[in-house]
């Protein structure tokens, strides 16, 4: 067997440091990818919690506000009703 020149050994050993490297970036480039991946996913769900949170806090909100219309309703109607009676001269 010949022996290897400095040029043949140099060239073989950039050989497989470029075989190396390759594998180092694909096994980089697929931890990426699966981060990506799982994170997109997370982001998608989460704001669609949120809005399932924020609809349903101003379901709440509307129902509280809504109950408190009524009740001022009621009062001012009662208020107005005692109001009347009392002005109205008896016959």
Request: hydrophobic fraction near 45%; proline fraction near 2%; glycine fraction near 6%.
């Amino acid at each position: 067997m010949a022996k290897k020149t400095l040029v043949e050994k140099a060239a073989e050993t950039v050989g497989f440091g470029l075989a190396m490297a390759e594998d180092v970036a694909g096994t980089v480039k697929t931890a990426i990818g699966g981060a990506v991946t799982t994170v997109t996913e997370v982001l998608k769900k989460a704001p669609a919690k949120k809005a399932a949170k924020k609809a349903a806090k101003k379901a709440v909100a509307k129902k509280a506000s809504a109950k408190k219309t009524v009740t001022k309703k009621a009062a001012k109607k009662s208020v107005k009703k005692a109001a009347k009676k009392a002005g109205r001269p008896r016959r």
